[in-house]
């Protein structure tokens, strides 16, 4: 009788190493595949910035701020859409005082902004990371710091780097803009690009 007892034992315990081992495997698996995701969100997140300045600096050369800020309105969005498409995936920079009416966050995307914010007020740096939404999808997200003075001239304060002018241009193309009182270091908002073709278990 007791030969079965410790039999039984030995097979419970070998079970529960498997069991244990499966999961911990399945979680390193997991980390492993979602590291991949911050590799291309980084890539992707990278060319789509470098052709928007680009465009944007042409047009400011081409007709100042005023210029930069149409093209923002009439051809940013295009150029995102059309990157998403050559890509495979949905980008996006989300805000929680953003510009463009469809940039707002939603339930998880608020989540990891809440959560840069609060690094930013305690001094630490903010990371990229990839989480998985409620679809199974991967999602890179990224913090976008304004750190430069020509940002200020559209997003920075009204009657000082604002102009009066370009403030009426701003709320003629975006009714319900949030996207000014910024100063440099501040948190702008977030790249948030979405694999659609892609789940994660």
């Known amino acids: 009788m007791k030969w079965k007892i410790i039999l039984l034992a030995v097979v419970i315990f070998g079970v ?3 069991s244990s081992s499966n999961k911990s495997d399945k979680k390193e698996s997991v980390k492993s595949d979602l590291s991949k995701y ?3 969100g980084a890539s992707i997140s990278k060319t789509t910035a470098m052709i928007l300045q680009k465009n944007l600096k042409h047009a400011v050369k081409s007709g100042g701020f005023d210029t930069a800020l149409s093209y923002c309105h009439k051809k940013a969005m295009f150029l995102q859409d059309s990157l998403s498409s050559a890509y ?7 805000a929680g005082k953003n510009r463009n009416p469809f940039d707002f966050l939603d339930a998880e995307s608020a989540t990891v ?9 305690e001094g630490k740096p903010l990371k990229p990371k990839v989480v998985v ?3 199974g999808n991967p999602v890179y997200y990224a913090p976008i710091i304004l750190n430069k003075d020509a940002c200020l001239k559209c997003h920075g304060m009204p ?3 604002i102009s009066e002018n370009r403030l ?3 709320k003629k193309y975006y009714p319900e803009d949030k996207a000014t009182g910024f100063k440099k270091g501040d948190l ?14």
């Open 133 to 135: 939404n409620a679809k």
């Open 16 to 18: 529960y190493s498997c």
């Open 159 to 161: 009657g000082e780097q």
């Open 113 to 121: 902004f809440n959560e840069y914010e609060k690094l930013l007020s």
């Open 168 to 170: 009426k241009m701003i």
């Open 88 to 94: 495979g995936v949905k980008i996006k920079r989300v």
């Open 38 to 40: 911050v590799e291309r």
């Open 188 to 201: 702008r908002g977030m790249w948030q690009i979405t694999f659609v073709k892609d789940k994660v278990k």
